[in-house]
């Protein structure tokens, strides 16, 4: 006789309260599918990356819109992923009460350097469940970035690769991102 393995999923709303009580790690950490997710360290370049676009986007949406670099969102009640960058709407109290929602975002970036295939793969449909209307996934490896967006019914319905010599082009906020500029240093 086999026994059969249950696993405990955990709510957003219990995942936070493990965090505040100190249990789980400050970073580290993701819920996703009610499950406790350990992180990819943040390599040399991830970081270098993050911080470049981070710069960019706040300096291309100025009052637009919101910046936040490595800031956890609410997908669903069992999921609350933390993405490299989102790009959500402009509120003047900067989100203090409330959860980010999908409903709230512009954009959601990645940045991959040991993980592009969780990010493209995972990530993407994770994030087009969740309604999260554009998405890319920046290739350190490759040099390009992987762009997604009008999410329906769990999936994104475009998506393209940028290269070197190219254009990137938001599609739900005005954001133009040159490929050739993001890949040098």
Known sequence: MSVQIQRRLFTV???????????????????????????????IRHNAMVSKLNRFL??????????????????????????????A?????????AMLRSTDLFLLIEVSDT???????????????????EYWVVDLNKQKVHAYWDSQEGSYQ???VYKKGETLYAQHVDLTLEMDWLWTW
């Open 89 to 97: 709407k402009f509120r003047s109290d900067y989100y203090v009460n």
């Open 115 to 133: 993980t592009f295939n969780y990010d493209n793969k995972v990530k993407r449909d994770l994030y087009a469940t969740a309604g999260v209307s």
């Open 158 to 160: 475009n998506s393209k």
């Open 13 to 43: 709303s219990e995942y936070n309260k493990m965090a505040e009580a100190g249990i789980l790690p400050e970073r580290g950490v993701e819920l996703i599918n009610g499950e406790i997710i350990n992180m990819s360290p943040i390599g």
């Open 58 to 87: 706040v300096e291309q949406v100025g009052q637009n819109a919101l910046v936040f670099p490595q800031c956890a969102f609410m997908a669903s009640e069992f999921t609350q992923p933390e993405p490299d960058l989102a790009l």
